[in-house]
C-alpha cells in the first residue's frame, strides 16, 4: 500500500492531514535461526513488504489506532487512554502499537497522544515479521514528531520490550533490529549480545541469482508453548554447561560440551543446533565478503537438517519445500523464522526460479497441502519516514 494512500485514509478517518508517513519492513532471516536467544548470530534482511503508517500528535494522552487490514468487527477505530496502558490487558492487535506507546513512556519519554492509521502488505502469522514491522513504525514516528531522538537499536529495545512485557510474547531482538536497521542491498549481520552489526552486501540479482520465499499459509497450533519449551532447554543447556548462554559454547569445545552434558539427549540436540547455527551464520558472512554467493547455499540447507533434526521445529509443509527445491535444483534451502509452519526460502539460479516454484506448487497440490505463497524476497531497506 502506498504511502498517498495511506495518508489519505488517515485524513478520511481523523478529518485532517497526518504530520507525517513512515514505513518499517517484514524480514526473512538468512541464516541464524533461534539463537538470538542465546546471545547469538542473526543474519536477517528486510523485505520489500512493509508496513505503513501515517501519524499525527495529540497532547490530550488519548491514543487512536486503525488498521486497513482489518475489517468488519475487528476493524473501526480504538481509542485508548495512555494512563491506562496495562501489561497483557490487550489480547487483540492494538495491544502491538499500544504496547510500543507504553513501552517510551515507560522509558521516561514524553509522548503525549496520537492518531494513527496504518496499512500493511506484511502476511500478517507468516513467519516474516509483521509484528516488528507494525512495532517499529510507529516507534519511528513517535521518535521523530516527538523528537526523542533515540538511535535505531534503541528503538528496536524499545519495541522487543513492547513485544515482550506489553503483548506477553517472548521473541528475541532479532526481528525489530531486522526492521529498524537493514539496508537495501545488504543482509543484517546482528550479534545479539551486544547489538553490534555489521553490513553485508547480499546483492542476488548482480549474482544471477534470486531468492524465493514460501509461506506455506500453515502455523501448527502449538507452536507458541514449543517456542517456550526450546527456549527453556537451551537455558537449562547453559545452566549445565556453566555459561551464562549458549553463545559463549565455542564451536571447537562442542564435541566436549556435548560429552559434558551426558545422557540429556534433549539438551544434548538443542545445543548442538545452537553452537554450529553460529558457526553458520559465521561462515556465511565470511562467503558473502569473500563475494562466494553460491557457496552459501549448502550451509543454509545444513541449517534446515539442524533445525528439523536436532532443534525438531520442522514440519511436513517446511520439509517438502525444502527436499522438493532441493530435487529440482536449488543451491540451498531452509526453513525460516520461529518454526510449526510459516515460510521457507529456496535460494538458487534466476533462470530455475520459476521452474523450481511451479515444482513446489505442484508437489503441495500432490500432497493435498493448503497451496503456499510464492515470492521474490529482493533485499530492501529498513524503516523510514516516506513523507
Ligand atoms: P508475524 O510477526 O510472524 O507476522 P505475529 O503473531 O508475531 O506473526 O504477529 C501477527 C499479529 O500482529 C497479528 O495477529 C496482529 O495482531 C498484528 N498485526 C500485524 N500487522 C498488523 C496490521 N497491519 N494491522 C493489524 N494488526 C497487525
Ligand atoms: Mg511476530
Request: aromatic share 6%; net charge negative; charged share 25%.
Amino acid at each position: 500500500m502506498g504511502a498517498q494512500q495511506v495518508r489519505e485514509g488517515f485524513a478520511a478517518l481523523y478529518g485532517a492531514a497526518p504530520e507525517g508517513v513512515w514505513s518499517a519492513p517484514g524480514r526473512v532471516n538468512l541464516i541464524g535461526e533461534h539463537t538470538d536467544y542465546n546471545d547469538g548470530f542473526v543474519m536477517p534482511f528486510a523485505l520489500p513488504h512493509a508496513t505503513t503508517a501515517a501519524v499525527s500528535r495529540r497532547d490530550d494522552g488519548v491514543l487512536r489506532l486503525h488498521s486497513a487490514n482489518l475489517a468488519g468487527d475487528a476493524g473501526g477505530v480504538v481509542e485508548l487512554s495512555l494512563d491506562a496502558l496495562e501489561p497483557q490487558s490487550d489480547r487483540s492487535w492494538t495491544a502491538y502499537p499500544a504496547g510500543v506507546v507504553w513501552a517510551l513512556r515507560e522509558a521516561g519519554h514524553p509522548v503525549t497522544g496520537a492518531d494513527i492509521h496504518l496499512a500493511s502488505t506484511v502476511p500478517s502469522g507468516a513467519g516474516l515479521s509483521s509484528s516488528a514491522a507494525l512495532e517499529v513504525v510507529i516507534a519511528l514516528a513517535l521518535n521523530d514528531l516527538f523528537g526523542l531522538g533515540l538511535q535505531r537499536w534503541q528503538l528496536a529495545r524499545l519495541c522487543q520490550r513492547a513485544e515482550n512485557v506489553y503483548v506477553g510474547a517472548p521473541t528475541g531482538i532479532m526481528d525489530q533490529t531486522a526492521s529498524a536497521c537493514c539496508e537495501a542491498g545488504h543482509a543484517l549481520f546482528l550479534d545479539t549480545r551486544d547489538l553490534s552489526q555489521r553490513q553485508i552486501p547480499f546483492d542476488l540479482a548482480a549474482e544471477g541469482l534470486r531468492l524465493l520465499v514460501v509461506d506455506t499459509r500453515v502455523k501448527h497450533a502449538h507452536s507458541d508453548g514449543e517456542y517456550g519449551k526450546r527456549r527453556v532447554g537451551c537455558e537449562k543447556g547453559a545452566a549445565l554447561l556453566g555459561v551464562d548462554a549458549l553463545r559463549d559454547v565455542p564451536y571447537d569445545g562442542l564435541d566436549e560440551a556435548l560429552a559434558r552434558l551426558g545422557d540429556d539427549e534433549e539438551v544434548r540436540r538443542l545445543v548442538r543446533h545452537v553452537v554450529t547455527e553460529d558457526q553458520r551464520v559465521e561462515r556465511v558472512v565470511a562467503l558473502l565478503e569473500s563475494g562466494e554467493t553460491r557457496a552459501i547455499g549448502p550451509v543454509l540447507t545444513e541449517g534446515h537438517a539442524s533445525l528439523r533434526d536436532d532443534f525438531r521445529i520442522s514440519c511436513p509443509e517446511l520439509d517438502l519445500v525444502v527436499d522438493t527445491a532441493l530435487a529440482a535444483g536449488a543451491l540451498g534451502a531452509r526453513m525460516t523464522g520461529g518454526g510449526f509452519g510459516g515460510s521457507a526460502i529456496v535460494l538458487a539460479e534466476a533462470a530455475e526460479v520459476d521452474t523450481l516454484g511451479k515444482a513446489v506448487e505442484e508437489a503441495f497440490a500432490a500432497a493435498d497441502f493448503t497451496a503456499p505463497r510464492v515470492f521474490e524476497a529482493v533485499p530492501a531497506a529498513g524503516a523510514r519516514r516516506v513523507s
